[in-house]
């Protein structure tokens, strides 16, 4: 038996015969997409082995694909965990940036952009696994380079420490492309006036996570001193996020347009991020919830149904992908909104379950067929997510 043949077993029987098949599938559709498991594989990054999105398309590796594939195969091999990370801790640029893919057929290493900074979190869910000192102080250099590329780079220095998406493109159409990949959020309407000027909510709150989790790794490594500078960056940036992202006439959180200094109004899953990282009041909470059930029910799209750039066929301008709801999902049933956040999950776990290709790349937000490609390993992540941490806080609320 493999490794995820033992961490399956206990749960047979254990779970509800539809939740355990979910379960098991996700995980073999995560182990089935990782290279070096047939000879003459050419993967450039061997003999570590990469996880790809998708075992037939989309061949590489990419940035924050890796780190989510990370929190989840930890549960079962720590060290294939480890090897996502140190793919990308092995091509970090000089700058601190890690590129946002390593493609497999050209050993092409893209640096037009990177992707959100959340490899600290992915690394916190490892040392939770099994505590590695050597792997952890190759991290902390890495992360504090790469989180400096952030503030320098990305606008923290001329914000108050918030930042922005970009890309690296002196061609302003070009640029505006790689931005959109670099928020993984490809074409949304988020960024329709300018990805470089909107301060992202998502972002800044992915960064006070990997705040917390430096401060967490400094505490580990008895660097009560380091510890300490990441507590108050995190604190700081969080009680910035409250002040700048939140408009009270619409009851909602958005993006920042520092150009208009005035909300960017498109309601996506990523304004319920501060209640997924935990920094909006009850009352704030509340009015996220009457957002949610006015905007986003049933299958969580990737932009407001009543949105005018509402589109079910758009890549993400409608379509519904596992990750961001689960992070708003979770947001919500953090702050006690079980009744819609228990509904959107059973929506989408039953969704996903009627998928004959497995954990899909994403799903039509009208019908909730599945879309994009099948054997998608992040939908796998959630998945397993959805199912395993449900009901416990996460690691960076602890």
């Known amino acids: ?73 930890c549960r079962w091999d720590v060290e294939l965990a480890r090897e996502q990370v140190r793919i990308f801790l092995n091509i970090q640029g000089e700058d601190g940036m890690f590129p946002d893919v390593w493609r497999m057929e050209t050993n092409e290493i893209f640096r037009g952009c990177s992707k959100p900074p959340v490899f600290p979190w992915a690394v916190w869910e490892l040392e939770k696994q099994e505590h590695n000192e050597t792997f952890l102080q190759d991290c902390r250099k890495a ?15 001329e914000n108050n420490g918030l930042c922005h998406y970009d890309g690296e493109s002196k061609d302003p159409e070009e640029r505006q492309l790689y931005g959109g990949w670099e928020s993984g959020w490809d074409n949304s309407p988020r960024w329709d006036n300018g990805i470089q ?77 501060p209640l997924f990282l935990g920094t909006a009041s009850p009352e704030r909470a509340e009015k996220m919830a009457e957002i949610a059930r006015e905007h986003m029910m049933p299958h969580w799209p990737s932009v407001s149904y009543h949105s005018a750039a509402f589109d079910p066929d758009g890549y993400w301008r409608g379509r519904a992908w596992l990750n961001i709801a689960y992070f708003a999902l ?39 067929e599945p879309r994009g490609l099948p054997h998608f390993s992040w939908s796998a992540v959630f998945c397993i997510k959805f199912l395993q941490d449900w009901n416990t806080p996460e690691i960076f609320n602890t």
């Open 1 to 73: 038996m493999g490794l995820c043949d033992d961490f399956l077993c206990p749960y047979y029987g254990q779970l509800p015969y539809q939740e355990y098949e979910l379960l098991s599938r996700s995980v073999r559709q995560l182990e089935n997409n990782r290279s070096g498991l047939y000879p003459g594989d050419t993967s450039p990054w061997l003999p570590l082995r990469g996880i790809k999105p998708n075992s037939t398309h989309f061949k590489g590796v990419w940035n924050w694909d890796s780190a989510f594939h990370a929190m989840a195969v």
């Open 143 to 157: 992360f504090r380079k790469n989180l400096e590329f952030w503030y320098n780079r990305r606008g923290g220095a």
């Open 330 to 368: 979770k947001g919500l049933k953090m702050y006690g909104f079980d009744d819609i956040a228990d509904e959107g999950r059973r929506v989408i776990l039953d969704r996903v379950a009627r998928s004959a290709a497995g954990p899909a790349e994403n799903y039509d937000p009208v019908t909730g």
């Open 197 to 273: 000027f909107q301060l992202a909510v998502d972002l800044n709150c992915y960064l006070v996570i990997a705040y917390r989790a430096m401060a967490h790794f400094a505490r580990l490594s008895n660097d009560e001193a380091d510890a300490a500078d990441w507590q108050q960056k995190a604190d700081s940036l969080a009680q910035k996020i409250e002040e700048t992202f939140w408009d009270e006439q619409s009851g909602c959180y958005f993006d920042y347009d520092i150009r208009k200094k005035d909300f960017t109004r498109e309601i996506t899953p990523a304004s319920f991020m």
